[in-house]
């Protein structure tokens, strides 16, 4: 009887078991069909999945193609021979498009071009000095558009006269026995005028490539073959490649071309019709030193308002207790238009930008009669010399509100660099003895505190410090020091042991710099690079390998070259300049682009043809191979996006404001 129970229990339990079994099944069963169901019944979800695949779709070649574009051929040095072979595909394939994506985009750019025509942008209020300074303001200003003529004459040419214009450009000033020379240039060598016809050649590729595919634009991706616009200018087409490179052009007598950019800039560089975030260092260096050259060599009055006008727009940055301005300001936002970055150690301030102000805003003082922007650097200026030091080092963070270093961080490369080029450049443009003073004292304390190093194998190179603790580790960036080094020593009056030794160790800082470029398979240097006792002048992590047609190394070479004239530099130069034709020519007649990792031996390019490439780099190497009286260095200063500035004292370029202007 019990085993019957028994048997007849296990029954029931299997029954029950498979009775649950059929239960999830039918339960499951169910829960698909009403899934697919949704899916193929109803139409918006429908459309999203149908869209959600075709988007992974066109992501496949992005992700299985981008790591491995073909290297780009060799290009012929013949640039106008090849104007009706332009490859505009250059095998890259292009994924299909979605018609719905498409009409998407076409509705909301219309959506958001009508938001912008219904905004209506407040009339900023910058200027709450004096009423003195108000009226300079408004009154010192000669008619837009003219042409001062160099000797100070005042002469006003008629703009609209192309031929009259371009002939007023193109005289030289003869000061005493010195004759000035802004164009021309030549060097009596064969073999050194044709590697200076190889560099205008680079030119003409550039800036014909930007032209054709991203005029207006901020800058051009060369393989993508459209324009390009990097955060610090914001989200409006105000054309920073064409006002970074303009005194290129015209140094390099490219008429036409330069003709084509005056035009731009005099017609559609509109700054009061913009409401965006810029990046004060940056719009000043490359928007307002740009103008500022440009008005210097060709006396063009309309290039000294439009500085004027954009100088005027950074000045609410400078809104802070300390007057030490902050690093982002919205145009025609207003007063309180600037901000930090969020990253900049508790919202301070960089040593690097708020320190690269000083040439530009006193020259266009001296210019314009409005002091209003020599006041904003030399309050700078006082903050920075009464601050407090610790062992007489600037760190790179400085707070604007409490006046106060707030990091213990030192580098003569990324967020410190150019704040030490311009007290330098500041002595050599207006004779500033304080700003010599604090460049000495700041070189003395970077080697008392041992920033300056040696190798194992006697390389000298910057070190950084962070929290009293030495990285061996050197910027690209810093590669600039050797040529700053050695127009400290030949600049400095003393000529004492210092200056002996700083020239000795600008030429070692250029020789480090030179071996981080030939130390790599494409022979031009990492954006960063170490020292160990294992290696030397290397980079070592994979996001210090990119390479994006940073002048600073050629830089030095020019530099160094003007003031020593030995050979080696002019060689190590051209070896640069192969080296970018080789690897960074971004296919036929498409421009240049930067390189994600030059220890590759097919290194891939980043498609993106940067504004300063044109600005410096292709002018450094044009002058490089110059005669050393184009753009003299006794009578020029070149700002940090290498836009030269005359010397106030010598230099009749300077062209002063005149009370009866």
């Not at 703009?159 to 021309?184: P, Q, Y």
């Not at 470029?517 to 030397?536: K, N, V």
Request: aromatic letters at 12%.
């Amino acid at each position: 009887m019990n085993a019957f129970r028994s048997i007849t229990g296990r029954m029931m339990l299997r029954n029950r078991r498979f009775r649950e079994k059929y239960c999830l099944l039918i339960i499951l069963t169910s829960f698909i069909l009403i899934c697919m169901g949704m899916v193929f019944f109803l139409p918006e979800l429908r459309a999203r999945t149908t869209a959600g695949v075709q988007d992974v779709y066109e992501k496949v070649p992005d992700l299985f193609l981008a790591p491995h574009l073909p290297i780009p051929p060799s290009a012929n040095l013949d640039i106008e021979s090849q104007k009706d072979s332009l490859n505009l595909g250059y095998g890259i394939p292009k994924p299909i498009e979605s018609p719905r994506n498409v009409e998407d985009r076409r509705r909301l750019f219309a959506k958001i071009e009508e938001e912008e025509h219904r905004r209506v942008l407040e009339k900023p209020k910058i200027d709450q000095g004096s009423s003195s300074t108000k009226k300079s303001a408004d009154k010192v200003l000669p008619p837009m558009g003219g042409i001062i003529s160099p000797d100070h004459s005042q002469q006003i040419i008629n703009i609209h006269d192309h031929d009259a214009r371009m002939e007023a450009f193109k005289s030289n000033v003869t000061v005493g026995k010195l004759e000035l020379i802004i164009r021309g240039g030549e060097d009596p060598n064969p073999n050194i005028q044709e590697k200076r016809d190889f560099i205008k050649l680079m030119m003409l590729d550039a800036w014909d490539n930007y032209r054709l595919y991203a005029w207006g634009e901020n800058e051009l991706k060369p393989i993508s073959q459209r324009g390009h616009s990097a955060s610090i200018f914001g989200s409006s087409r105000i054309g920073a490649t064409i006002v970074d490179a303009v005194d290129t052009l015209y140094i390099m007598g490219l008429d036409e071309q330069y003709k084509k950019g005056r035009e731009w800039i005099a017609e559609h560089l509109d700054f009061d019709s913009v409401r965006v975030e810029v990046s004060v260092f940056e719009t000043n260096i490359r928007f307002v030193g740009g103008l500022l050259s440009m008005y210097s060599l060709t006396g063009d009055t309309m290039y000294r308002d439009k500085a004027y006008s954009l100088a005027k727009k950074l000045l609410p940055a400078f809104d802070t207790p300390t007057g030490i301005p902050y690093a982002l300001v919205t145009l025609n936002g207003g007063r309180d238009g600037g901000k930090n970055y969020g990253w900049a150690s508790s919202g301070s301030s960089i040593l690097s930008e708020f320190g690269t102000l000083h040439l530009e805003f006193t020259y266009l003082s001296d210019i314009t009669g409005d002091p209003i922007f020599r006041d904003k650097v030399y309050t700078i200026r006082k903050a920075m010399k009464d601050a407090d030091k610790s062992k007489g080092l600037y760190f790179n963070y400085f707070h604007p509100r409490h006046g106060k270093f707030t990091q213990n961080h030192v580098s003569m490369g990324a967020l410190g660099d150019s704040f030490y080029e311009y007290l330098l450049k500041s002595y050599i443009q207006t004779g500033d003895i304080d700003a010599r003073e604090m460049y000495d004292e700041a070189m003395d304390a970077l080697e008392k505190n041992g920033l300056i190093r040696y190798s194992k194998s006697g390389l000298v190179y910057f070190a950084e410090m962070k929290y009293d603790r030495i990285e061996s580790k050197m910027d690209h960036l810093a590669c600039f020091a050797g040529g700053l080094l050695a127009l400290g020593a030949h600049t400095d009056t003393k000529k004492d042991s210092r200056s002996s030794r700083h020239m000795k160790i600008a030429h070692g800082i250029t020789n480090t710099c030179h071996e981080s470029y030939i130390r790599t398979q494409t022979r031009l240097g990492p954006e960063s690079f170490r020292f160990s006792d294992a290696m030397e002048a290397r980079a070592l992590r994979q996001n210090e390998k990119y390479y994006i047609l940073r002048p600073e190394v050629i830089e030095s070479y020019f530099v160094l070259w003007r003031l020593t004239g030995d050979p080696k530099y002019r060689e190590w130069g051209w070896d640069a300049a192969q080296a970018i034709q080789k690897h960074c020519k971004a296919g036929e007649k498409g421009g240049y682009s930067g390189l994600r990792n030059v220890y590759s031996t097919q290194p891939q390019q980043d498609d993106v043809q940067q504004s300063f490439f044109l600005a410096e780099t292709l002018k450094y190497l044009y002058l490089l191979f110059s005669s050393n009286d184009l753009i003299d260095l006794s009578q020029w200063v070149f700002n940090t996006e290498a836009h030269p500035l005359p010397v106030k004292a010598t230099n009749p370029f300077y062209r002063p404001f005149k009370p009866s202007q």
